[in-house]
């Protein structure tokens, strides 16, 4: 069995695998290449995800990369990345706060699929982070655990990558009904490329089901949305917001990865 990767990400390393190419520049926002992503997009709005990803990846490997956080877009993302493009560089923003069973479906794929998903740990070990900070910070301040856990990690990831892919749905939310196929991510400074965007949730169950793509247990188990352990809830028949059980009662509804506004610590 596959045994997890645990990576140091200050210190840009891996323990079972290559460090993927570093690439020698980062790209610009030039107009010229706005003016080509814009038309990517538009070409591949009713493109099939994989013809996306293929897309993707002529265009930008070996400086493409993908994080995923196990959910179901991204389990079906990786089946699609094993068919087209299995060397793709994934990896997990470790928080220290995932739940077993979410660790546990990184084996899994990796079984089935031959994909090592990274995971990428911030500088402070959990207990050590909840010592600086007097307790753990989720309960008091989560836009600071998530910047601290999530969005730190994620840029320092991002390092000598042109472009990543994430799972986002139009239709998960109202922040993410804007996502473009093929976009910039100012956040990041690389291309953004939504293979799933066009899809709905219905979409991605069938291909879960239909090919048998491993997905977390606690799907099945009320929880629509997985995210840390702390930060996440079951949610009750009535709910329909599928992202209802995350910080829930917070009013925070994302970790600051997808949405469109800079901040260094608040308002994301
Ligand atoms: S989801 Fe919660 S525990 Fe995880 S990084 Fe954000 S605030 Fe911290």
Redesign the pocket.
Do not use: S
């Given at each position: 069995m596959p045994t997890m990767t645990s990576v140091k990400h200050d210190q840009l390393q891996t323990s079972t695998k290559a460090w993927p190419p570093h690439a020698p520049q980062q790209l610009e926002p030039t107009p010229e290449l706005m003016a080509e992503l814009a038309a990517a997009s538009a070409r591949l709005e009713s493109a099939s995800p994989e013809e996306i990803i293929s897309w993707a990846h002529d265009r930008f490997a070996p400086y493409l990369t993908m994080a995923t956080a196990f959910g179901p877009e991204g389990c079906v993302i990786l089946s699609m990345l094993a068919k087209v493009a299995p060397e793709t560089y994934v990896f997990n923003?470790d928080?220290?706060?995932?739940f077993q069973q979410t660790l546990d479906l990184r084996d899994r794929i990796a079984e089935k699929y031959g994909i090592e998903v990274d995971m990428l740990q911030p500088e402070l070990s959990v207990p050590e982070y909840e010592a600086l900070h007097g307790g753990?910070?989720?309960k008091t301040?989560?836009?600071?655990?998530?910047f601290?856990?999530?969005i730190k990690v994620l840029r320092q990831a991002a390092q000598g990558k042109h472009a990543w892919m994430s799972g986002i749905r139009r239709d998960q939310s109202a922040d993410r009904a804007q996502a473009a196929i093929i976009g910039w991510d100012k956040k990041f400074n690389l291309v953004k490329v939504s293979p799933l965007a066009n899809f709905t949730k219905k979409d991605v169950w069938n291909r879960i089901l239909a090919e048998d793509v491993p997905y977390n247990p606690l799907h099945d188990q009320g929880y629509p949305s997985v995210?840390?352990?702390?930060?996440?809830r079951a949610v009750t028949d009535g709910e329909t917001d599928e992202r209802a059980g995350?910080?829930s009662g917070t009013g925070?509804t994302e970790?600051g990865l997808h949405t469109i506004q800079e901040s260094e610590g608040s308002g994301i």
């Open positions: 923003l928080t220290g706060y995932q753990p910070l989720y301040n989560p836009n600071q655990c998530c601290d856990r999530k995210g840390c352990w702390p930060c996440t995350r910080w925070k970790c």
